[in-house]
């Protein structure tokens, strides 16, 4: 038995840079998506292929700002796997169209509020509660079973990939960085919540990273980096992102919880 691992929006980008390092751990992954079918199934095969041992990868098409979405994808988790170690909140958008601050419309505010707020925090919601079930259910069984049948030891983390954009203004796209300021918060509150349970809560901010999300801007961005943006001058890959998310899945801060990682190539630092 492996652990399993739900990650939303995986079919492309930096999703599915992190399924591809979890599933390089050995871990059975949910590959959620939102429309492109085609992509979520490559990347489910590319997880079996990447992986040192037999693990499964099952697409779950579900839109994450719909309720009704979410309970379908968590049931089909429960369904096929019976149990989840370890839910990374990925999925995103950007705004449809850069405006600025003075022309963008309440439309697209509320369309990146639905599906990068209110997705992942309910969905983190619900997540929480099976996982504070199984961890009563472990630690039940903990007593019964053979150390032949056992699962693997149950050490439940939720990851959140926020943005720079959680504390950087960019004034054609205030929606973006208002919903990532928002989804910041929802580390500290459930990391605080779930310490007890023995659930760890992180969150991961990366910065310019090549995805479909940043090509309509990648001239523009060449140039910053090229001019010092970052003090490491380079794009971030999702497979950085990836990496910062298979460490935090080995389990190697067990007194660690509501820590934010920059992925940024140091963005984040102030300098003089
Ligand atoms: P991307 O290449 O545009 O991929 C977006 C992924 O999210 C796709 O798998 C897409 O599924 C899925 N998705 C979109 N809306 C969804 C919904 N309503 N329900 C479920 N899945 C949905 O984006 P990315 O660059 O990899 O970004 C991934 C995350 O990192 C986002 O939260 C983004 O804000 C954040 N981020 C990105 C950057 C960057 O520079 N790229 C920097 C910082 C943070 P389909 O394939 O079906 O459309």
Not at 52 to 75: H, V, W, Y
Not at 111 to 120: F, Q, S
Not at 194 to 216: F, K, Q
Request: include cysteine; hydrophobic fraction near 45%.
């Amino acid at each position: 038995m492996n652990p399993v691992a739900l990650v939303t929006g995986a079919s492309r980008g930096i999703g599915r840079g992190i399924a591809l390092q979890l599933a390089k751990l050995g871990h059975d992954l949910v590959i959620n998506y939102a429309s492109n079918e085609s992509a979520a199934r490559q990347t489910a095969a590319d997880c079996l292929a990447a992986a040192p041992k037999t693990i499964r990868a099952e697409p779950c098409q579900a839109d994450i700002s719909q309720s009704a979405d979410r309970e379908k994808l968590l049931a089909f988790t429960r369904r096929a796997f019976g149990r989840l170690d370890l839910l990374v909140n990925n999925a995103g958008v950007a705004p449809a169209t850069r405006a600025d601050l003075l022309d963008a419309t309440e439309e697209s505010f509320d369309r990146l509020l639905a599906i990068n707020v209110k997705g992942p925090y309910f969905l983190t919601q619900a997540v929480a509660r099976w996982m504070i079930e199984q961890v009563s259910a472990a630690a039940n069984s903990a007593t019964t079973t053979s150390p032949l049948e056992a699962a693997p030891p149950y050490r439940p983390k939720i990851v959140t990939i926020s943005s720079i954009s959680a504390y950087t203004a960019s004034t054609h796209r205030g929606d973006y960085c208002v919903s990532k300021a928002a989804l910041s918060m929802l580390t500290p509150l459930f990391a605080a919540r779930l310490a007890e349970h023995g659930i760890r809560v992180y969150e991961i901010r990366p910065g310019i990273i090549a995805t479909d999300m940043t090509g309509p801007v990648k001239a523009k961005y060449d140039e910053l980096i090229a001019g010092g943006l970052t003090p490491i001058k380079r794009w971030g890959t999702p497979e950085d992102v990836g990496l910062a998310v298979a460490a935090l899945a080995q389990d190697l801060l067990p007194f660690s919880t509501g820590e934010v990682l920059n992925v940024d190539g140091g963005f984040h630092l102030r300098r003089l």
